[in-house]
């Protein structure tokens, strides 16, 4: 069967990377590491069931957010632990976005967000569209006012 696994560059720092994945995510693990003069070369990865290979290259490359990983939460719990996990030591941005301490971009988004938006009564999607675009972490209980307020 044929797979798309996605690779990703990293400036010297796939261990740390690898390690905070791997902890962070359930079903996660650290399955192969290709070592070259003792240093990591790549690796092959595993997190929350998807495979990833990464490879320790140096600056020439960056992440930027044209591509990113969503993270789909079931309650506000989650939404925080993967929040509060993930900018630490990176940087927050808009609408659920990050960026962690690597420089890779993540969305980490309340599957509620998504019952809202597509709520049958427009005036209720909207309210909570415009609820989601003036928070950096996404609250649920403030979206779902955002949908009361407007419906």
């Not at 290979?53 to 989650?78: K, L, Y």
């Not at 509060?84 to 960026?99: H, I």
């Not at 209720?124 to 675009?133: E, P, Y």
């Amino acid at each position: 069967m044929t797979e798309i696994i996605p690779s990703l560059w990293f400036n010297q720092n796939i261990e740390d990377a690898m390690k905070l994945y791997t902890e962070t995510f359930p079903d996660s693990s650290i399955d192969n590491v290709t070592r070259n003069d003792g240093n990591v070369f790549s690796a092959e990865f595993t997190v929350s069931g998807q495979k990833f290979i990464g490879i320790n290259a140096g600056p020439e490359f960056s992440f930027t957010e044209a591509v990113s990983f969503t993270v789909t939460c079931a309650s506000q719990d989650e939404v925080d632990y993967y929040w509060n996990t993930l900018t630490a030591g990176g940087e927050e941005s808009r609408c659920g976005w990050l960026k962690d301490r690597f420089g890779l971009s993540w969305q980490i988004v309340p599957t509620r967000l998504y019952e809202l938006i597509s709520d049958p009564d427009p005036a209720r999607a909207k309210g909570a569209l415009d609820a989601m675009m003036k928070m950096d972490k996404l609250i649920i209980a403030d979206l779902e006012a955002g949908a009361d307020a407007a419906g």
